[in-house]
């Protein structure tokens, strides 16, 4: 398994600010995903980080808004950019285990609120 | 892309029974399909995980089935507990893709 620390595990921002959320995990991985999660809804994927290039953005996101840094093996931030209420939600990160049809494991999430 | 449906309405049951919980999948099927808990103001924790080539999965209280021809997955919790009161999520691979696909999740609540 692994184990993510995700921080913060919540904040209230002000709009038009940024906050970068970290992702820090107890093992060296390949790939990290970042997903959001509105209020009553599923989790939809921003973007996946691999080390060492650009993040692959899913349609609807993109970088000049979700930046994100993929330094080493074990960490990741997501910044949230020139924030507005609509980006309120739940921001989680996410690792597998190197392989293709393993579980996923995930940080305990951001709870955004733009006020 | 996949597209997942989870009953959105919660499902309430009384502690002993047993829940079942159903997720249906459109379009390809997928190699595997996944189910996760969720508590409030966490991440989600994996469960089970079910290959397309097995038909029932099981751990202790809980069980698994995929059917490939109805697209279809059920996911049951038998003698259930309070505790088991949480959002489950559906989630399956896209394409085969690393990153999951997931369902907006069923809500259950388990009375004393």
């Known amino acids: 398994s692994a184990v993510i620390s995700q921080k913060p595990s919540r904040d209230i921002c002000q709009r038009g600010t940024s906050l970068t959320i970290q992702c820090q995990v107890d093992s060296q991985v390949t790939m990290m995903f970042w997903y959001r999660q509105q209020p009553g809804q599923s989790l939809t994927l921003i973007a996946t980080?691999?080390?060492?290039?650009?993040?692959?953005?899913e349609s609807g996101f993109v970088i000049d808004k979700f930046p994100i840094s993929r330094p080493n093996l074990t960490f990741s931030t997501l910044t949230v950019s020139n924030m507005s209420p609509e980006d309120s939600s739940i921001y989680l990160c996410s690792v597998d285990r190197h392989l293709l049809n393993t579980e996923a494991f995930f940080g305990q999430g951001t709870r955004l609120t733009v006020v | 892309s996949q597209k997942i449906e989870q009953n959105s309405e919660a499902l309430n049951i009384q502690e002993g029974k047993t829940a079942t919980l159903t997720c249906n999948y459109t379009n390809y099927s997928p190699a595997y399909l996944q189910w996760y808990r969720q508590d409030p103001g966490r991440g989600p924790v994996f469960l089970l995980l079910i290959r397309e080539n097995e038909k029932e999965k099981r751990k202790e209280r809980l069980k698994v089935t995929f059917d490939t021809t109805l697209k279809q997955s059920l996911f049951h919790i038998t003698a259930s507990q309070p505790a088991d009161s949480a959002t489950y999520l559906c989630a399956l691979d896209d394409g085969g893709r690393r990153a999951l696909t997931f369902g907006s999740g069923t809500r259950l609540q388990v009375q004393p």
């Open positions: 980080a691999n080390q060492g290039s650009e993040a692959t953005y």
